[in-house]
Nanobody, 125 residues
């Protein structure tokens, strides 16, 4: 069974940090682009960041540039999203996704095929 499982979400104060993990099972992430997306209540799911299959290309939505860092460890079949300087507006359910693709990555959700179940991130004092 092919699946992605996110972990690492939780409640954090403004200015705090969290690291989300996206573990793949049933397939190897080696040839897959990984994307992180989020959806706040009443809003559409938006792209946050992506990393190419070889890790050579990354992209971030403007609101998280300089605060979030995406990475991957193919040996562990896992992707990560390090989130620093968190703000209340970062509160959302965060999803990881993957698609078998080469080249420059994209944070267009319509390009991704496999999705995790999501993990809640709440930034509040």
């Amino acid at each position: 069974q092919l699946q992605l499982v996110e972990s690492g979400g939780g409640l954090v104060q403004p200015g705090g940090s969290l690291r989300l993990s996206c573990a793949a099972s049933g397939f190897s992430l080696d040839y897959y682009r990984i994307g992180w997306f989020r959806q706040a209540p009443g809003k559409e799911r938006e792209g946050v960041s992506c990393i190419s299959s070889n890790g050579g290309s990354t992209s971030y939505t403007d609101s998280v540039k300089g605060r979030f860092t995406i990475s991957r460890d193919n040996a562990k079949n896992t992707g990560y999203l390090q989130m620093n300087s968190l703000k209340p507006e970062d509160t959302a359910v965060y999803y990881c996704a993957a698609v078998s693709a080469w080249g420059t990555c994209s944070i267009d959700k319509d390009e991704y095929y496999y999705w995790g179940q999501g993990t809640q991130v709440t930034v509040s004092s």
